[in-house]
């Protein structure tokens, strides 16, 4: 697609329940990442996808937390048994090659709320 | 470990005022460095970047210097709109092939018309 697409836009969920966010990169982006941004907080990683190699998952804060990537393409950022600390904008991002060299594209977040 | 520090907001101006954000770092090597904007229900986008010193990022007339000397990488614009008003994030990459970037708070401008 044109753009990085994200979905749902907004999920209200009750604690406890898992959720599924999910992630369309922009075509031929080999390079995917999760962030989320918590109320008045910059940017945190979580996850990192590029091509074929095993992810970077330093910045999962829990193991409630997972992501995978089908087929180099689609990721899904789970969260089970959510907590209200959970509850965030889940952005992601994809990139032509790994790093910086050309900017990340965002897509527009998933914003979560554990109620 | 890496950090970005930035200004706190909100940051309110009239239209036409001049804009400064400023924006330090600190990073183990040499980073590259990044300003990103997020208008109202929009996606982050980058705005401008510079990979190495003295360079400037310039874009939609913004304009940020890469300053080694003082770890800074501070924002401007000389004339603000009212279409400016948005979330601005500085970013650190390092290295510059990193994984993930550092990104500072965000800083929230309002221009009032």
New interface residues.
Partial sequence: GA??SQSPSNKVTEKGKDVELRCDPISGHT?L?W?RQSL????E?LI?F?GNSAP?KS?LPSDRFSAERTGGSVSTLTIQRTQQEDSAVY?C?SSLV????P???????TRLTVV | GNS?TQMEGPVTLSEEAFLTINCTYTATGYP?L?W?VQYP??????LL?ATKADDKGSNKGFEATYRKETTSFHLEKGSVQVSDSAVY?C?L?DP???????????TRLSVLP
């Fill in positions: 753009g990085v390079a990442y962030y008045g907080q910059g940017l990683f990192y590029q970077d910045g952005l991002a790994g790093g910086a060299g900017g990340y594209t965002f897509g527009s977040g | 970005v590259s990044f990103y229900g929009e996606g982050l986008q980058l970047k994030f970013a990459s510059p092939y990193g994984q993930n970037f550092v990104f500072g708070p965000g």
